[in-house]
């Protein structure tokens, strides 16, 4: 499984950004996946920031982005997007999406790195203030 993360760049505080990750070589199962999206400052540990559930679409969000961020999923194209508004310096990171896949991981390490098993290359956020 593939991943590949896109839309990062540079914007102005309290402006909106839109991150795509494409999943490929999921062989028609990225339905059955739990997707999330991580993010590292520089000097910092990477934290996690939604996820996405296969079932239901159930979301899940970090404190921090909570009313600012949307994660969402299209099954049919294999892709998982964050809508980001309101971006506010303390954002700036590399943005990372990641999989879960069969046999997934139990709920409560939806927020944990150890509970995702692909990983895309990152797309750096830059907010200026």
């Known amino acids: 499984v593939q991943l590949q993360a896109s839309g990062g760049g540079l914007v102005q505080d309290g402006g909106s950004l839109r991150l795509s990750c494409t999943t490929s070589?999921?062989?028609?199962?990225?339905?059955?996946?739990?997707m999330g999206w991580f993010r590292q400052a520089p000097g910092k540990e990477r934290e996690f920031v939604a996820t996405i559930r296969y079932s239901g679409g159930r979301t899940y969000y970090a404190d921090s982005v909570k009313g600012r961020f949307t994660i969402s999923r299209d099954n049919a194209k294999n892709m998982v997007y964050l809508q980001m508004n309101s971006l506010n310096p303390e954002d700036t990171a590399v943005y990372y999406c990641?999989?879960?896949?069969?046999?997934?991981?139990?709920?409560?390490?939806?927020?944990?790195?150890?509970?995702?098993?692909?990983w895309g290359q990152g797309t750096q956020v830059t907010v200026s203030s």
């Open positions: 990641a999989a879960d896949v069969p046999p997934l991981s139990i709920l409560s390490s939806k927020e944990s790195i150890s509970g995702y098993d692909y």
């Open positions: 070589g999921s062989g028609g199962a990225f339905n059955r996946y739990n």
